[in-house]
């Protein structure tokens, strides 16, 4: 049941996300999906990774056969295309096969069966989906927001010493080869992701059932709640604001070798093609659920979240796509939606309720703040840096003490030495 109006709400969701696009002259997430059965794919890895997700749910040998099956009609696609002499891209096979394991669900299923494969087919599109609605989010937030607030998050951002600013002039002395490094942390956190989500759901197939929470849903959570802070609060991020980037939109090219200087903040225009897609950062979002969930893996898969997080949050800094304050807030964020999705996997009490509520106040008060109190926070930056910190570690102390008394860590039980018997 919990399934079947999830379902439903999720696809009125995207039924009202494609009108939205539709009157904004722009395909929908649905229409964009829809065209990959045949045209050719945006997004082909995410095709792919959304059929991974879907053959969790399947055996060994059919999920051999389903890999070689949509290898096999992407071949054929690649063929017409070098032939028709258009665009290339692959992609389509995995749609094909996610798509005709859910005919077979719906016509040669039955029970659990059935519902185990129809869950696995969902968890596949709605991986392409979201992405897809993201995309529809950012372009929306273009057309809809022509004045950005970047000025008004700059100037808060002093009370956290500029670290953007900081993190720029680190980057471009690393040079060419730390540059590389960092952006293929950044462009392949949704890899790193799909790994690990597929080392949580490994045992799927085996025990007919998914896990009452994994990685998956909270990055779709996360991916879906997001952007309508951007509708609320848009910034393009300091490398268009304040860099090259811009180009004739920018409002100085300062960053990232001269800090903004504090005065009152005013909002200004900008273009219609970049996303507004800054407060709050959804990539310190994603890498901060990544690196939580990895807490319950093996040594190695610890590491790489704990290398994910450190890259990621350099990266966004030092390439100048966000400030210091849409990190912050970007932290609270994440923990008050894994609370969310925690909370609701395993019914709702009064320390789930007091977490998300506890969440959602601090990050409403850090995006009120950033709008209202930018310029006290420059002014006082001893008080109001510390203050920010401080409210972003109170979350990750009530998340993490929250945690800790849902899966309580039982200690082993020590055994008694043997005494010895005097004869």
Known sequence: ???????????????????????????????????EVIFT???GPLLYAGLALMMVVLPWRQRFVSLGIAAGIDVVFFLVRWVADVKMMFGNGALWVILGYAFIAVTRRTGKERVLLLKGVGLGLLLVAGHKTGDTWLMITSETRPSVLDAYVATADHALGDPSWVMGRFVEATGPIGYHALHLVYGQLPLAAAV????????????????????????LAIGLVGPIVYMIFPVVGPVFAYGAEGGQWAAANL?????????????FP???????NCMPSLHTAWATTLFIHT???SRLLRNAGTFWLIGTLTATLG??????ADLVAGVVF???????????????????????????????????????LPVEMARYPWVFGPALLLAMASVIYGYLWTTRLWNPQTAPVQQPEPQLVQV
């Open 334 to 372: 994440a923990l008050t939606v894994e609370a969310t999705m925690r909370a609701f996997a395993r019914g709702w009490d009064r320390a789930g309720v007091t977490l998300v509520a506890y969440g959602s106040v601090v990050f409403t008060v850090l995006v009120v703040s950033y709008r209202y």
């Open 41 to 43: 794919p945006t997004s």
């Open 270 to 276: 900008f273009d219609e093609i970049t996303p507004r």
């Open 255 to 267: 960053w990232p070798q001269t800090p903004l200087s504090t005065g009152a903040p005013q909002a």
């Open 1 to 35: 049941m919990l399934w079947a109006i999830a379902g439903v709400v999720t696809f009125g969701f995207l039924v009202a996300m494609e009108i939205v696009a539709r009157h904004y002259g722009m395909p929908g997430p649905i229409t964009s999906q829809a065209r």
């Open 319 to 324: 390439f100048g796509y966000h400030y210091g």
């Open 196 to 219: 690990f989500a597929l080392y949580q759901l490994r045992n799927v197939a085996r025990e007919h059932r998914f896990p009452a929470h994994h990685l998956v849903r909270t990055f």
């Open 295 to 297: 807490r319950e893996g």
